[in-house]
């Protein structure tokens, strides 16, 4: 546990700063947003267009999986046609972490305990120093040595830490110290025991993971969850959702979850009832299309679209730009005061121009 970090109401702990490509981690760097492609990583081109789906929705570090040789040969190709650092994952063979740093990748995730001994952990981790490509050591609670279970009495999130201890050990008796640490669990709470546990003493930034979580519900609901808590505890440097879904989802929920936190914020943020028997509007089909209507945007913006005007004008107001719903209408506000009432057919494209208007002040403005 490092020196704490000052926020608002947040007091991160401070790890070691690496550096993984352009992006740091740790040591007080913003919380990144990471994820996967679920491509085959040998088709280059579905790889490349994946990966820049990711970016656009705001993704800052980008992994692959390598499952063999050809795959790692395609690395170079690949990371020559994107802009976000590239992570290749590797499982038992260490020539393939040897080829993946030799086509250039900026950090590798693999656990040292399953490449192949000694001496191959040692020809990787001087290989990846020499390229300060930092690594990730990933412990999973679904396959942990029986031993190491045993030995803690089956407390999964102890036996995890032990493990993640052990790897990193291999690490550092080769003299390798880029290292960031996962300890994921499908089991929120067991993952939230283990990350706290090895906060407390572990130097190295960590990576958050509520691991096989789900589809998009349940999914998005565990990962909130647990990384949300350790988050607001102060625990953790990056992260990724993951998701049974298309990884751009995984992206949109890991913003959802620091603005939650009030972390990061990216994008606006609709703020919209559930509605009731008082809303005499389209709703739903309103919020649709303006969130349609701002996708792809990144400045944050509060935006109210509310039902009527019992806590519509109320919400509206404190928005940087609302409307609450009346009888085939809507009333709009901009910056907490009454503009105009707009025909209901009207209001998603004057709130879309609205909030555009703004954001285009707000940059004159800075
Ligand atoms: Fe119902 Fe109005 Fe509240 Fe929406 S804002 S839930 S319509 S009372």
Redesign the pocket.
């Known amino acids: 546990m490092g020196v704490p970090q000052e926020h608002a109401v947040i007091t991160r702990l401070k790890t070691k700063r690496i550096r993984i490509g352009s992006v740091d981690v740790g040591g007080g760097a913003p919380v990144s947003v990471q994820s996967m492609t679920n491509t085959d990583t040998r088709d280059v081109a579905a790889t490349v267009a994946q990966i820049e789906r990711l970016e656009m929705a705001g993704c800052e570090i980008v992994r692959v999986a390598v499952p063999d040789q050809e795959a790692a040969d395609r690395l170079g190709a690949i990371k020559s046609r994107i802009r976000l650092p590239l992570v290749a994952d590797i499982h038992f063979d260490h020539r393939l972490a040897l080829a993946a740093l030799d086509q250039g990748v900026d950090g590798l995730r693999l656990n040292p305990g399953n490449i192949g001994g000694p001496e191959a952990v040692r020809a990787v981790a001087a290989e990846a120093l020499a390229r300060q490509a930092p690594i990730r050591v990933g412990v999973n609670a679904g396959s942990l040595e029986k031993g190491l279970l045993e030995a803690h009495g089956g407390s999964v999130p102890q036996a995890m830490v032990a493990s993640a201890r052990r790897e990193i050990a291999l690490l550092e008796e080769a003299g390798f110290d880029l290292i960031k640490v996962s300890l994921k669990s499908s089991s929120v709470l067991e993952t939230v025991a283990a990350y706290r546990l090895m906060a407390e003493t572990c130097p190295y930034p960590l990576h958050l993971g509520v691991t096989e979580a789900g589809t998009l519900i349940a999914g998005t609901v565990k990962s909130a969850l647990g990384i949300g808590m350790l988050l607001a505890e102060g625990i953790g440097d990056t992260f990724r959702v993951s998701l049974t879904r298309d990884p751009v989802e995984e992206v949109r929920v890991a913003y959802e979850i620091l603005r939650a936190v009030d972390l990061r914020h990216r994008g606006p943020e609709i703020i919209s009832?559930?509605?009731?028997?008082?809303?005499e509007i389209d709703?739903f089909g309103l919020v649709e299309a303006v969130e349609a209507g701002l996708a792809g945007m990144t400045e944050p913006i509060k935006v109210a679209v509310?039902?009527?005007?019992?806590?519509?004008p109320g919400?509206a107001k404190a928005a940087r730009v609302g409307v609450?719903?009346g009888r085939g209408q809507g009333i709009l506000f901009r910056r907490g005061q009454l503009v105009r009432k707009v025909p209901e057919g009207e209001l998603a494209g004057v709130l879309i121009d609205e909030v555009r208007r703004m954001v285009e002040e707000d940059k004159r403005r800075t």
């Open positions: 009832c559930p509605t009731c028997g008082r809303c709703l509310m039902g009527c005007v019992v806590n519509g919400e609450a719903g």
